[in-house]
């Protein structure tokens, strides 16, 4: 089936390990983006990218990076864990250029970090 | 500032109603779009309905719409004859720019809605 998919759904880490939280669409979307949701807070966007080689950063960017090799996949990677970076961590995507286009979301990943 | 600000944490409604929920919104840029997402507890984003800042009617889709005032950059989204199945997290959203501008979706803390029977 068409759309984003995202592995893990669930992670344990502990504390200073480091981990890549995969991203991949089959839609042709230009644009791919991470966010985090925390309890109270919303979804709140850590990286973004309008296409491959392009990525920039988001509200929450600190402890992440990412790179866009290629329009499909869109990589989070998490480079020292910290407790404060559990979350439910979601990758959504979209077309450029259509600003009433629906982001279409993966059904996120669970990151506890101990 | 919150671009996005959804006043009701939580709201309840009994099955068969109406209820609307709140979304205020805070941009000087003159095209942008605004979003209703729904997160059932399954976790997933399901995508509601679309306003455009430059659509004159209120989008509707089913038994959602969108009570679009401009004037008080308000984006209220109203569900018709409420369902158990619509007890849910609900996000406003919205994404600045001109067509081809900007990328980014701000979301809004969420409402919860519970539905009940």
């Known amino acids: 089936n068409a759309g984003v998919t995202q592995t893990p759904k669930f992670q344990v880490l502990k504390t200073g390990q480091s981990m890549t939280l995969q991203c991949a669409q089959d839609?042709?979307?230009?644009?791919m983006s991470w966010y985090r949701q925390d309890p109270g807070m919303g979804l709140r966007l850590i990286h973004y990218?309008?296409?491959?080689?392009?990525?920039d950063q988001g509200e929450v960017p600190n402890g992440y990076n990412v790179s866009r090799s290629t329009t499909e996949d869109f990589p989070l990677r998490l480079l020292s864990a910290a407790p404060s970076q559990t979350s439910v961590y979601f990758c959504?995507?979209?077309?450029?250029?259509?600003?009433?286009?629906?982001?279409?979301f993966g059904s996120g990943t669970r990151l506890t970090v101990v | 500032a919150q671009k996005i600000t959804q006043t009701q944490p939580g709201m309840f409604v009994q099955e068969k109603e109406a209820v609307t929920l709140d979304c205020t919104y805070d941009?000087?840029?003159?095209?942008?779009?605004l979003f209703w997402y729904k997160q059932p507890s399954s976790g997933e984003m399901i995508f509601l309905i679309y306003?455009?800042?430059?659509?004159?009617q209120n989008a509707t889709e089913g038994r959602y719409s969108l009570n679009f005032q401009k004037a008080r950059k308000s984006a209220n989204l109203v569900i018709s004859a409420s369902q158990l199945g619509d007890s849910a997290m609900y996000f406003c959203?919205?994404?600045?720019?001109?067509?081809?501008?900007?990328?980014?979706?701000?979301f809004g803390k969420g409402t919860k809605l519970t539905v009940n029977p």
């Open positions: 839609m042709n979307h230009e644009y």
């Open positions: 941009t000087s840029d003159p095209s942008y779009g």
């Open positions: 990218s309008v296409g491959a080689g392009i990525t």
């Open positions: 959203a919205m994404r600045e720019g001109s067509e081809g501008g900007s990328e980014k979706l701000v």
């Open positions: 306003q455009g800042s430059y659509d004159q």
């Open positions: 959504a995507s979209s077309y450029r250029d259509r600003s009433n286009y629906g982001y279409t």
